[in-house]
């Protein structure tokens, strides 16, 4: 009889996912196996590990279920709305953590690579276009960054005053601004280009540094500085 067909109750106890966390630590069960326990409970003819198999089995990975329109789940028999919320809510609090992690750290930019690192985790799957505001102090250490999520490069200048208006209200000496490209391609278009003109001018103006303008996307990134635009 195949294992998977006998309820989970059943198993010898170092098999069941629950007892096995316990006893070995989380770092020894595998990405199903983690799944099975926020899945809980199986549906008629199926356990929890075989809803999470099937689960694994459609998205590949943690990371495409993290940025997967809800109703692509609705296809999955045994997932209800409670499993379904339970799952999304353990994703977003693991990318939450790596963000706070590494807010925690005293971050140094000394190139766009540094960026990069810093916001992948946030942009590179967002079905959005979000604008970050890096603030800098003198030694280009990162002391804060904000959010902009309302407008886009095709309406510059209210982005441009949102920026600077986040940037004085900080007293940053120098700002890298970053936006993602949903489609994953960082290449920059001409309202891209158009866009930082605008945002290095103001900064003239400020006399507040524009370091940098950085497009992220798909695990790829797009520097203005380091093509020589800024």
Same mark, same amino acid.
């Given at each position: 009889?195949?294992?998977?067909?006998?309820?989970?109750?059943?198993?010898?106890?170092?098999?069941?996912?629950?007892?096995?966390?316990?006893?070995? /630590?989380?770092?020894?069960?595998?990405?199903?196996?983690?799944?099975?326990?926020?899945?809980?409970?199986?549906?008629? /003819?199926?356990?929890?590990?075989?809803?999470?198999?099937?689960?694994?089995?459609?998205?590949?990975?943690?990371?495409?279920?993290?940025?997967?329109?809800?109703?692509?789940?609705?296809?999955?028999?045994?997932?209800?709305?409670?499993?379904?919320?339970?799952?999304?809510?353990?994703?977003?609090? @693991?990318?939450?953590?790596?963000?706070?992690?590494?807010? /925690?750290?005293?971050?140094?930019?000394?190139?766009?690579?540094?960026?990069?690192?810093?916001?992948?985790?946030?942009?590179?799957?967002?079905?959005?276009?979000?604008?970050?505001?890096?603030?800098?102090?003198?030694?280009?250490?990162?002391?804060?960054?904000?959010?902009?999520?309302? @407008?886009?490069?095709?309406?510059?200048?209210?982005?441009?005053?949102?920026?600077?208006?986040?940037?004085?209200?900080?007293?940053?000496?120098?700002?890298?601004?970053?936006?993602?490209?949903?489609?994953?391609?960082?290449?920059?278009?001409?309202?891209?280009?158009?866009?930082?003109?605008?945002?290095?001018?103001? /900064?003239?103006?400020?006399?507040?540094?524009?370091?940098?303008?950085?497009?992220? @996307?798909?695990?790829?990134?797009?520097?203005?500085?380091?093509? @020589?635009?800024?």
């Amino acid at each position: 009889m195949d294992r998977y067909s006998i309820p989970i109750k059943n198993w010898p106890e170092d098999e069941k996912p629950r007892e096995k966390l316990l006893k070995y /630590g989380e770092h020894k069960l595998t990405d199903t196996e983690l799944l099975a326990i926020l899945i809980r409970t199986g549906s008629k /003819g199926e356990t929890a590990v075989d809803i999470a198999r099937r689960i694994m089995q459609k998205f590949g990975s943690f990371r495409n279920m993290s940025h997967t329109s809800i109703h692509k789940w609705k296809d999955i028999k045994g997932l209800g709305k409670a499993k379904l919320c339970q799952i999304k809510s353990a994703i977003e609090i @693991g990318r939450r953590f790596r963000e706070e992690e590494l807010k /925690g750290k005293k971050v140094k930019i000394t190139g766009p690579e540094d960026v990069f690192s810093l916001l992948l985790p946030r942009m590179r799957d967002l079905k959005k276009e979000i604008f970050v505001v890096i603030h800098l102090d003198a030694k280009n250490n990162v002391f804060d960054r904000t959010e902009i999520e309302e @407008g886009t490069v095709n309406q510059a200048n209210p982005i441009v005053r949102e920026i600077f208006y986040k940037a004085m209200e900080n007293f940053s000496v120098s700002i890298i601004c970053v936006h993602n490209h949903p489609s994953g391609d960082p290449s920059p278009s001409k309202e891209d280009i158009e866009f930082t003109k605008a945002l290095v001018k103001a /900064g003239e103006v400020l006399n507040i540094k524009v370091v940098d303008h950085i497009i992220i @996307g798909d695990d790829r990134y797009y520097s203005f500085a380091k093509s @020589g635009l800024i």
